[in-house]
């Protein structure tokens, strides 16, 4: 059975940094194509940063500069490392993988920046 499972959530203060992991079983990890996704309460779902199978990567705008995505095939996760984050980051984070067409999402976890 395909699983992605998100960990790392909390609250945390503004300026403050979390890591957050997403554990992949059942897919041989190291050759999807894997990305990071948020969604506020009644809000669309927006791509956060991405990286490739060979370990590319790209990030929106917000997330340049603040956010790092990392993998371990070997651990067979993906990583968000975020620092300095704001109130506007609070959200519910997903993982997506996708390999030829072939695409899954984790269950989320949750984001909360305040004081």
């Known amino acids: 059975q395909v699983q992605l499972v998100e960990s790392g959530g909390g609250l945390v203060q503004p300026g403050g940094s979390l890591r957050l992991s997403c554990a992949g079983y059942g897919i041989i990890f190291r050759l999807y194509h894997m990305r990071w996704y948020r969604q506020i309460p009644g809000g669309e779902r927006e791509l956060v940063a991405y990286i490739s199978a060979d370990g590319r990567t790209n990030y929106e705008e917000f997330a340049k500069d603040r956010f790092t995505i990392s993998r371990d095939n070997t651990k067979k996760t993906l990583y968000l490392q975020m620092d300095r984050l704001k109130p506007d980051d609070t959200a519910v984070y997903f993982c997506?993988?996708?390999?030829?067409?072939?695409?899954?999402w984790g269950q989320g976890t949750q984001v909360t920046v305040a004081s």
């Open positions: 997506h993988g996708e390999l030829g067409g072939r695409t899954y």
